[in-house]
């Protein structure tokens, strides 16, 4: 092939791991994928493995072989087009893919995520724009969720960077990432406040999507911040490829991102107009909760935040605040999450025995204990219980599903009660 001087040229669809991520790393980098190509890869392909046997095929040596691949590829109804397959088979779209492929093999931390794959996260996978591909270090499971994004202004006053990291450290303490970009201000804030309120042995406490590849921290300063998100089980995604230099418009572009993975989003300081708002839109675009928190009216740093609440955004000052706001989708999530697996017959059987309490209860006894004291609002069971709320709301959903807890018409949690008005066993 054309590649034949180029060290390594034949690997990158040679090697076993590939069939996984390899068909999406090459596309990627050979060309633009829009959200439509990406649709009709993944109906024309739903085996991640038939879809990098035709993309090999269409980069063989074999000329009669990929002849057939790249017309099957290239047809009037397929996936590609021709000069996206050519590319493929281009000088440098081989060596970006080795490129890659050394920075993926030098540290075990890094991780390709294609779309396809289980550990995208399936928030993002919904929103209309996708990235086919994540470059990400660190510890996967923080694609998992449950997420909320904290964002704001990178001028910051001292006030909403205080804000910013209490809110995210008590975020993280009840179990939620915190998603947020890295850059100045309100994000370092968020993302320092995730890892203060994260938990030991807990999951990971915070994930950032940054405006640049994967091989660059930027802002520069924020080098020993992203140091800790991972060394304290966060992580760093990208869907630029490695060398992507940080640009004005990858910012807006990124900022998608943030909302498209979490659950809700936080405003906290955004002046108008700004960056920070092209999130909140971005959360409303794909159907997300937005939430701000408001400050002096004189502060030209909280316009935004008073413009979004002024037409509709939920007003928050605290962490419940923020549970409240979001219980409805943590428990659909968490019930999305749970839907395959084989549900238990009772809700006493619904935790394993590693899940069990040093006491021998199990988490659904936990919060049946908790609501001895009488009906109580999701932040209560939370501060009663001593549960995180992702374990929290998976218990009361078996609860609720066993007869035993309901759910009242102001939110709040109680015991169900017989005609006599005694607690359900």
């Known amino acids: 092939t054309v590649m034949d001087d180029v060290p390594g040229a034949q690997a990158p669809f040679e090697r076993r791991p590939l069939a996984r991520f390899g068909p999406w790393l090459a596309l990627a980098l050979a060309g633009p994928l829009t959200p439509a190509t990406c649709r009709r890869l993944q109906a024309a392909f739903p085996d991640p493995a038939r879809l990098f046997g035709a993309l090999s095929d269409a980069v063989g040596t074999d000329r009669s072989v990929a002849r057939r691949a790249r017309l099957a590829l290239t047809a009037p109804q397929g996936p590609l087009t021709p000069a996206h397959v050519a590319a493929l088979d281009g000088s440098l779209t081989r060596r970006r893919v080795v490129e890659t492929l050394d920075w993926w093999t030098a540290d075990s931390r890094r991780h390709l995520v294609p779309i396809d794959d289980p550990c995208y996260p399936p928030l993002l996978r919904g929103i209309l724009d996708p990235p086919p591909l994540l470059y990400l270090e660190g510890d996967p499971a923080a694609l998992a969720g449950p997420s909320v994004a904290v964002v704001g202004s990178r001028d910051a006053s001292q006030a909403g960077l205080e804000q910013a990291q209490a809110l995210a450290r008590d ?189 021998g209860d199990t988490t659904s006894e936990r919060v049946w204990t908790a609501l001895d004291a009488g009906s109580a609002t999701l932040e209560r069971l939370v501060s009663r219980s001593g549960l995180d709320v992702p374990a929290l709301l998976a218990a009361l959903g078996a609860l609720e599903l066993a007869g035993r807890v309901v759910v009242e018409r102001d939110g709040r949690y109680a015991r169900c009660t017989d005609d006599r008005g005694r607690a359900v066993p």
Not at 176 to 205: E, F, I, N, R
Not at 317 to 326: F, Y
């Open 171 to 359: 975020l993280a303490a009840s179990g939620l990432v915190v998603v947020s970009g890295l850059a100045l201000g309100t994000d370092g804030a968020a993302h320092a406040g995730a890892l203060d309120g994260s938990l030991p042995g807990g999951g990971p406490p915070t994930l950032a999507f940054t405006g640049t590849g994967p091989d660059i921290v930027y802002p520069r300063r924020h080098r020993r911040l992203a140091a800790a998100v991972l060394e304290r089980g966060g992580a760093i995604a990208s869907e630029f490829p490695l060398r992507h230099p940080p640009q004005p418009w990858c910012f807006p572009q990124r900022n998608r991102l943030i909302s498209g993975a979490s659950l809700g989003v936080v405003v906290i300081e955004a002046a108008l107009p700004s960056g920070t708002l092209t999130t909140a839109r971005h959360a409303l675009d794909e159907g997300r909760e937005v939430m701000a928190v408001p400050g002096a009216v004189d502060n030209p740093r909280s316009a935004g935040c008073h413009a979004l609440i002024r037409d509709g955004a939920a007003l928050v000052t605290s962490a419940a605040d923020v549970l409240r706001v979001l219980a409805v989708p943590l428990r659909r999530a968490l019930e999305d999450d749970t839907s395959a697996r084989p549900r238990p017959t009772t809700a006493r059987t619904v935790m394993p025995a590693s899940a069990r309490t040093r006491d």
